[in-house]
């Protein structure tokens, strides 16, 4: 949600910025924009819709040869995406230009006192807000960092701020407060941005900036400040990926590609994470056993993709541990008053490690005194920073806004945490954890067989293509996932998709079947409970005896389930609980090839944003 790009160096400050917009094209946005400092110069340009437009109207904007400047990709909250809306924001004198990402809460109040004085808005953003402070605070001591620091402190909300001035041309100023923003280290030359994947190309050296901090980069070096002035620093890191990861390696879209990196993704996140007494290993670690051991409770804070994985975690901490589990979505947690306390774990999950609703649950869960363990795909961003302990997915960089391999990761990562809350407290023995172990370290293999053979998964989903609605159904771990499918497909296709528990369909949703409706059933391993696997097939049954066409996804060997569906999908054997790493495969081949049959744009669906950075 917004990228954010500032540079200054040696190199061509437009080709630099604009490079860094493009790879944070994934973030999702509806408007672009730069502005460029150069000798007492300030030029700007900024259109609606694609990086396309923007660089089209380049020429005509006669922007300043310059090494110095900040670029936007902006997806809209107050404002509707258009040329004028887009960011930079002017000063009112036209000194300063300023981009944001967040929401300033509040601005109303803001914008009435600078109207008060006299001062004009042309856009209906909260952002301008913040350029017509800067401006006014820049103007009396000509001190760039000193006015950024004074306009934090009237400012609400999430914020990141980058801003330039034409009379100070190599400098970039940068704030944050909820929002993402992260240093890029060159030689002579230094990077703000959203995340690393916009100065992957020019350093690997990143620093991680905290909480309510205040930087400025020149050429010459950079320096960190808190909120109220005083001098603080990062923390520095190496970037452990690199160009190639953020590229689409012969793949048409970058969403085929993650598809194909699943196996990949799940073996490093399980690499190495078992120390020689079967003890899983957390990346960063806040607490003692004893405080695993005190838990009497778990909830798991999620959205959307990851709120799945989190659905499925649920039945895997409850068997292996017999601890009650409860998953709830990120954005109702708080609103509901949750009994927590100490002896409560908060499993926090997101791939970006910056998704407001999350974060925002995650402090609501730390003032009750709850212990919070993130698992995240993003090294340095703010979920982990704030949590007791970090399981890290090592999934890369996923560009398409639609999640794959962070799903199959994040779900390696919580099978991982429900195992060691087990070892831990002794429900089960070493050598029960080792053979779940053993499966999973089997499971990569597993989806690399099942993704050689997808063709006839394509197939299907062209010959769904011209029905217009594909409902899901699944019982169990099958549920969830019968979830993701359908999120997956509304998503891409923006057709009506959607997810059903099989065993609720007769109470209700079983209207909605009429002849040849798509139905994706999601069945369990026969050789599991075998109660579950005749329930699925009843629902089949149902379904079937009202018209519909069935897919069923369904265990290699399940002879029974090809008598009662229309279709089969075949995947590799595995124990119940683990079945979703496989299952879900399918369903995302299926979202993409339909999406792509209707013409839809997988990698970058309209009106998403890949990091949801506000409430
Ligand atoms: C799903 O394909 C989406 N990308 C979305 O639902 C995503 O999972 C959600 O916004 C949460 O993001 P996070 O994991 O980065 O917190």
């Given amino acids: 949600m917004c990228g954010i790009v500032g540079y200054v160096g040696q190199r061509k400050a437009v080709d630099v910025v604009l490079d860094g917009l493009r790879r944070l094209e994934y973030r999702g946005y509806d408007s672009a924009g730069v502005a460029l400092v150069a000798d007492g110069t300030l030029g700007l340009a900024k259109k609606a819709g694609k990086l396309a437009n923007l660089e089209a109207s380049l020429d005509e904007a006669g922007l300043p040869e310059s090494t110095c400047g900040i670029g936007h990709t902006r997806w809209a909250t107050h404002g509707v995406p258009s040329d004028r809306n887009a960011h930079p924001h002017l000063s009112a004198d036209g000194g300063v230009a300023l981009i944001h990402n967040g929401i300033i809460e509040n601005f109303g109040q803001l914008r009435g006192e600078l109207e008060a004085e006299g001062l004009h808005f042309v856009s209906e953003t909260d952002t301008e807000v913040a350029a017509q402070l800067l401006g006014r605070e820049y103007a009396i001591d000509g001190d760039l960092t000193e006015a950024m620091t004074r306009v934090c402190a009237r400012l609400e909300g999430a914020f990141t701020l980058l801003a330039v001035a034409a009379d100070d041309p190599d400098t970039v100023v940068g704030a944050r407060r909820n929002s993402p923003l992260v240093v890029g280290v060159g030689e002579g030359e230094y990077f703000l941005a959203s995340d690393v994947a916009a100065f992957i190309a020019y350093t690997t050296e990143a620093i991680e ?131 927590l306390d100490r002896s409560t774990l908060v499993i926090a999950i997101s791939q970006s490690g910056e998704t407001m609703d999350t974060l925002m649950a995650l402090r609501h869960a730390k003032d009750q005194k709850a212990r919070v363990l993130s698992i995240s795909n993003t090294v340095g961003s703010t979920i982990p920073r704030e949590s007791d302990a970090v399981l890290y997915t090592r999934a890369g960089i996923e560009v398409a806004v639609a999640s794959t391999k962070a799903f199959l990761t994040q779900l390696a990562a919580c099978y991982l945490v429900g195992l060691h809350l087990a070892q831990i407290r002794g429900i089960m023995y070493a050598d029960e954890v080792k053979a779940v172990l053993d499966e999973l370290v089997a499971t990569p293999d597993k989806i690399n067989m099942l993704l050689k053979d997808m063709e006839p998964v394509r197939d299907l989903a062209r010959a769904s293509a011209e029905f217009g609605r594909v409902l899901f159904i699944g019982r169990h771990v099958g549920y969830p996932v019968a979830l993701e499918g359908a999120l997956k497909l509304k998503e891409l296709a923006y057709i009506h998709a959607e997810g059903f528990a099989a065993g609720e369909l007769k109470h209700g949703p079983i209207s909605l079947i009429e002849a040849g409706t798509p139905v994706i059933a999601i069945v369990p391993s026969p050789r599991g409970r075998s109660l579950l696997h005749d329930k699925i097939l009843s629902n089949i049954q149902e379904v079937k005896a009202r018209g519909a066409k069935v897919i069923a996804v369904c265990e290699a060997g399940d002879d029974i389930t090809g008598v009662h569906a229309d279709h089969v999908i075949e995947t590799p054997a595995s124990p119940t609980l683990l079945a979703p790493l496989l299952t879900a495969v399918p369903l995302q081949e299926f979202a993409a090839e339909l999406a792509t049959a209707l013409g839809r744009d997988i990698d970058q669906p309209r009106n998403l944003a890949k990091s949801v950075t506000v409430e």
Avoid at 210 to 229: A, K, P, Y
Avoid at 285 to 309: E, L, N, P
Wanted: charged share 30%; proline share 4%; with cysteine.
């Fill in 209 to 339: 900036l905290g909480q309510d901090r205040i930087v400025t980069i020149t050429r010459e070096g950079l320096s960190v400040r808190d909120f109220h002035g005083n001098p603080s620093e990062g923390r520095p890191y190496s970037v452990d990926w690199d160009l190639t990861a953020a590229e689409k390696g012969g793949y048409e879209t970058f969403m085929r590609k993650e598809i194909n990196e699943q196996p990949t993704a799940v073996a490093d996140t399980l690499r190495g994470r078992i120390d020689g007494s079967g003890q899983i290993v957390l990346d960063e670690v806040r607490m003692s056993d004893q405080d695993f051991r005190d838990i009497d409770k778990v909830f798991i804070i999620a959205c959307g993709t990851s709120y799945h994985a989190g659905l499925v975690t649920k039945y895997a901490i409850e068997h292996w541990t017999r601890i009650p589990c409860e998953v709830e979505l990120a954005s109702e947690f708080r609103y509901r008053d949750p009994v």
